[in-house]
């Protein structure tokens, strides 16, 4: 009887406090993986660091820059493809899978940089681009060979001349705006390709599955040498129907010219990719066991919808996916206008079409190679506040190479100097409309002249000029540069636990200008976010984000970190919630201490106990 009543009383005390979601279930904690929770920092590997003065960077010029990521706290590093290539597409064209290109160094220069990356313990992931490879790989030379057994590697069509006119399979355009069929003497027939006509698809409905196993054993190579993961390219396109249907316009009268002017439903998003994914996962899931049961990562690039997105996933807990199906919502969805709505639209819907198998993890991506710089694209007003929100939110956070100083992009560089096939395939007036050159020059180490790239050597693209104000070694022990703040926020998803494994729950506020969440877990004070997305100051009610029967616990609210243009320092505390005035443009991150809520919960057990003293005993 006794200890039902105090069994009783203990537990009506406990029930009193508010309830949280954790987003990893309390008694799992100590089976959080090594990449869940990670920030992983896309290198492009041409415009890293160059070892050699040849101009372009290298393996060895990454393996020379390692400690920098180490300093920023990143769990490991994705390489964009390092592979033998003709570099009609940076490299996305691979005419050896398991050779480095020489243009970056030798394969043993790879496995140094593995070993050297280990001892620091910083993961690597390769680039991996199953769907097409080079037209000089040796695969396609002999497909168009017909070299028995090669026949079928790739998607071949009659293609006759008809009126002086070759007539194509059918109106596909490929992404970067040509025909997606390509005509080769060899065969006298046409192969298609979804990028450039030097990289041709490769055809993943072979009836003996041989594609797919060439692709399955690269796997095994990289990770026999040591690899941690891959980055998946442009897995959305692996799979055309083989109805050939003609792709409809999305309007009429549009430019039949243009990719993006089309739904290209019959090349894009189909079943059989997911189920693609699907096999790589269990086979990197087997090899792992096998090898250490160290779990091998796959990241996904696809730009599509959310729903499809989030099938990259998997499908339920014994046939997973991605273990990272790229979030391209900040990128694709988000623009300098966009208001603290759209952003919660973009966090909820990520978070709310999540698989609720356990392995599911958010992901936030806010720049790469393909898309306009962070800082460009939002302004020098903006830019830190967007790193602050991606690295409070929860799960997996990606950094592009340069971010982290907050480089821009360099939208001086002439035709002449154009690299990208995208814009190389427009011409001169229109070009800078396509091209992704500005996002991929050189990383800015100092103010030498070549801002410390290399020493003397004329640079594959130009440098930006901006590298004598932005660069690593300047921002370096500078403690209101957006490298501290970078390192900083890395740091402070390592200490909070809260950050880590809490629940999220997103709210606008102040007259629609502010985007606020708040991060909770048990036993742990809540951290909350503000991104004042108005250039105007706020005065924000943090109380408008708690739970009615949480509020009165919340009373004290402390800076952790902010931007390095708000008035708000670390340190700076309020004991006033209900009136807290942030700057404009300010991104602030709170600690929102529960003093009141300890107190009250010491005010029960001693309420408790005293009941069951007086009624028990
Ligand atoms: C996506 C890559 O990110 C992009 O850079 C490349 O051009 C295409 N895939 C083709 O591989």
Known sequence: MKTL?????????????????????????????WWENGVFYQIYPRSFKDSNNDGTGDIKGITSKLQHLKDL??????????FDSPMVDGGYDIRNYTKVNSIYGSNDDLVELFAEAKKLDLKIILDFVPNHCSNQHQWFINSANRVPGYEDYFTWRACPVENGKRRLPNNWIAVFNTPMWSYDPRRDECYLHQFTKEQPDINFRMENGKTKQEMLDVLTFWMDQGVNGFRVDAINHMFESPAYTNQVLLEEGLDPNLYGNYDNRYTRDLRESYEFIYSA???????????????????????ATIPQQTQWYGVNDTLRGSHIPFNFGFIADITANSKAEDFKKVVDEWMGNMPSFTMGQANWVLGNHDRSRLRSRYGDDRYEGLAIMSMTLPGVAIIYYGEEIGMVDNNDITWEETEDPQACQSNSSVYKDFTRDPVRTPMQWDDSPLGGFCESCKTWLPVSPSFTDINVKKQTGDETSTFALYKNLIALRKEKD???????STKVIADGDVFAFERTIKDNPSIVTLLNLSKDSKTVNLADLFNADDVSSKTKATVLISNNRSELKKGNTFSNINSITIGGYDGVVFEVSS??????????????????????F
């Open 498 to 504: 809260v950050l880590k494994f809490g629940g999220l």
């Open 595 to 616: 003093a009141m809520r300890i107190a009250t919960s010491a005010l029960y057990l001693v309420a408790a106990f005293w009941v069951a003293v007086k009624f028990v």
């Open 5 to 33: 009543t105090i069994s009783l009383v203990l537990f009506l005390a406990l029930a009193a406090q508010a309830t949280v979601v954790d987003i990893i279930k309390t008694d799992e904690r100590d089976n959080v993986d």
């Open 73 to 82: 706290g990143v769990t490991g590093t994705w390489l964009s493809p390092i």
């Open 281 to 303: 996962r269990e086979h990197l899931d087997k090899y792992a066991k096998a090898n250490g049961n160290v779990t091998r990562v796959l990241m996904t690039e696809a730009y």
